[in-house]
Nanobody, 125 residues
Framework: QVHLVESGGGLVQAGGSLRLSCAAS????????MGWFRQAPGKEREFVAA????????YYADSVKGRFTISRDNAKNTVYLQMNSLKPEDTAVYYC??????????????????WGQGTQVTVSS
């Protein structure tokens, strides 16, 4: 079993920055991707960013490209999401997720096996 715990959410003004962290404990998977998703009230969950341990390639939703950066510290089993130039439309609950095996697709939530409890990010205008 893998346990994921997010932290770093909060309230920030538009244009500000936040860094989310996701600490993984228990069994960790070397080849699976780690991803961030978000869900705003009344909207469906959407992909934000992902990173693989094996090839360190990163993947981003178009809406966050150039503003968000995903990274991972394999020694600490932790994934980060640095969010800059935040906009009110970034307001959502952000979830960390992990794939247990290598999968080609990293942007579909149904292909992730483990999820954190979520952390609220609120961007005021």
């Amino acid at each position: 079993q893998v346990h994921l715990v997010e932290s770093g959410g909060g309230l920030v003004q538009a244009g500000g920055s936040l860094r989310l962290s996701c600490a993984a404990s228990g069994r960790t998977f070397s080849s699976g991707a780690m991803g961030w998703f978000r869900q705003a009230p009344g909207k469906e969950r959407e992909f934000v960013a992902a990173i693989r341990r094996s090839d360190v390639n990163t993947y981003y939703a178009d809406s966050v490209k150039g503003r968000f950066t995903i990274s991972r510290d394999n020694a600490k089993n932790t994934v980060y999401l640095q969010m800059n130039s935040l906009k009110p439309e970034d307001t959502a609950v952000y979830y960390c997720a992990a794939q247990s095996i290598y999968r080609v697709t990293v942007s579909t939530g149904d292909l992730y096996d483990y999820w954190g409890q979520g952390t609220q990010v609120t961007v005021s205008s």
